[in-house]
């Protein structure tokens, strides 16, 4: 295939055939960005704001996406001489959003609030809302997660999840935010509260951010509010954001990508909240002297290092107490860090093919596979669960005393009848393109991939395949040998590198006798003269089909 008909079919693959389709595709603006008007709830929630005299506390998450929707409400109200406190509930000690817990210590420490709200979080804290009501506490929610049965008695609910046109259904707590931001300026201006300058610029880019890293669909909105954050990072980003860049890469790049915000900035503002407090990240972001972004940038980095570090550990124990054949996986790490439970149960999943839960302390993180809704199986197992939530691929959850081997059973039960026996644990990964020749790898070929970007959610990095290859050198690579470089027979096909398989390196070379089939993305090296990489997502074995 030439280069022009493998864009083509990867843009038919996304939906994106008619001429009006690929417009907005190839060149989304800003200009097309939907009236904040249009998001139900959003009047309403500006009104109620707008008119409170009052200390106003944005309650969000200590994760990035809410930490990037705190940073752009409380900065928005703090433009519009608002008396606002940010708070953010601890991990460890609180859980996620209002729980009892946090909301008492909120309230102990804003005593004269007026009227809370809440980003990335509060649909499903009905309880907590009431109370708060109950109190004289005015109560505004701004969310995207899935709610409940029963919606909390707010002054106001912003949710794409509970009402809203098709094209706003997939923003990101801090996309909402964003849009209520512009709401509560413009309505503002009319009001004649406020005459000074646009503020969006750096709160766009915090919703771009987030996007990416909470893995909404780029698509749409999203993809607008991701490009345009690309586009204007180094201009009109938070100095924070800016100092973190430069302390997680050596070489910042003139144009940054979606894996720039997914793969070196989410990580690390999520690493605050993990293994700190998310306030951390949060005071990083609106740090407005240079020597504080610095030094908030290096505390932010640092946690991130402790991160990497508990989470190989945790790792490698979760692999050893895997049961074999199990439709689903609930392993139990009574020594391990709450805080990483997610990541090490994304990195078993990866390696299994099947949903996966990590308990650390009684406390989960769920990650799961296409089929299995996960917010769904732990309703369906909610008897054996004090509290749930998230989304269809992701979610956390406390297991009730003793009842860790009862969710273990009713999981698997679920999984396996949901998926069916035959199609546990099948995770064979094929490439969209098929490629004949290594000599249809070319930088021509990678450049075109590129003017698909942003990449991520919805609108995957594209991937290609090519059967029946021989592996002519494997090793390892990186501190302590985690990545690998693979160099094929055929000359023809460029270096692939592998990264966090370092440990089936003998595995590979054992393979060099056997026809294998490769799936790959295509990078870019400027490393000595401008060349294309491989960087490998799977090695099959090869079968004639």
Request: aromatic share 4%; net charge negative; with cysteine.
């Amino acid at each position: 295939m030439t280069t022009a008909e493998i864009i083509e079919k990867l843009l038919a693959l996304r939906g994106v055939v008619s001429p009006e389709e690929r417009e907005r595709f190839f060149n989304p603006r800003l200009g097309d960005l939907c009236k904040a008007e249009e998001l139900p709830g959003v009047v309403e929630a500006a009104d109620v704001i707008l008119n409170t005299r009052g200390k106003i506390v944005v309650f969000g998450d200590y994760d990035c996406d809410g930490v990037c929707a705190t940073a752009i409400l409380a900065s928005t109200l703090k433009a519009l001489k608002k008396t606002v406190a940010m708070f953010l509930p601890e991990r460890l000690s609180e859980g996620y959003g209002m729980t009892d817990k946090s909301v008492e210590r909120m309230l102990n420490e804003n005593g004269d609030v007026e009227l809370v709200v809440t980003v990335d979080n509060g649909i499903n804290s009905v309880s907590q809302i009431a109370t708060l009501e109950a109190r004289g506490i005015k109560v505004v929610v701004t969310d995207h997660h899935l709610p409940g049965e029963e919606l909390p008695e707010a002054e106001a609910i912003v949710n794409p999840k509970v009402k809203s046109p098709e094209k706003l259904d997939s923003l990101c707590g801090a996309g909402v935010a964003f849009f209520l931001s512009s709401r509560l300026v413009s309505e503002a201006k009319r009001r004649g509260l406020y005459s000074g300058g646009n503020i969006a610029g750096p709160l766009l880019v915090l919703a771009g951010l987030a996007t990416v890293t909470d893995v909404m669909p780029l698509l749409g909105q999203n993809r607008i509010l991701v490009t345009e954050a690309l586009k204007r990072f180094h201009s009109l980003a938070p100095l924070g954001l800016k100092e973190l860049l430069s302390r997680a890469t050596k070489n910042v790049a003139s144009e940054l990508t979606a894996r720039d915000f997914g793969f070196l900035l989410g990580p690390r503002i999520n690493a605050a909240g993990r293994m700190s407090s998310g306030m951390e990240a949060l005071e990083l972001i609106l740090s407005e002297e240079r020597e504080a972004a610095r030094e908030a940038a290096r505390i932010v980095d640092t946690r991130n290092v402790e991160r990497k570090q508990i989470e190989q550990s945790m790792t490698e124990e979760a692999m050893e107490k895997i049961v074999e054949g199990a439709a689903a996986q609930v392993i139990d790490l009574p020594n391990g860090h709450q805080g990483i439970a997610g990541i090490v149960a994304a990195r078993v999943l990866e390696r299994l093919g099947v949903p996966v839960c990590v308990v650390a302390g009684g406390h989960g993180s769920a990650r799961s596979v296409e089929g299995v809704n996960i917010r769904e199986a732990m309703e369906a197992n909610k008897s054996s669960l004090e509290r749930f939530g998230g989304h269809a691929a992701a979610g956390g959850f406390s297991v009730k005393e003793g009842m860790i081997d009862e969710f273990r059973r009713g999981l698997c039960e679920y999984c396996e009848k949901t998926l069916g026996k035959e199609n546990i644990g099948k995770k064979v990964k094929r490439g969209e393109i098929e490629l004949r020749s290594g000599k249809e790898i070319t930088l021509e070929l990678a450049d075109a991939v590129r003017t698909l970007e942003p990449f991520g959610e919805g609108n995957a990095e594209p991937t290609f395949e090519m059967r029946g290859v021989y592996l002519a050198d494997v090793r390892a690579m990186g501190a302590e040998g985690r990545h690998l470089t693979v160099d094929f027979k055929d000359s023809s096909v460029p270096r692939a590198v592998w990264w966090n398989h370092g440990d089936i390196v003998e595995d590979l070379r054992r393979k060099a006798s056997e026809k294998v089939d490769v799936v790959f993305t295509l990078e870019i090296s400027d490393y000595q003269a401008r060349h294309v990489e491989l960087r490998l997502i799977a090695i099959e074995p090869h079968f004639l089909v």
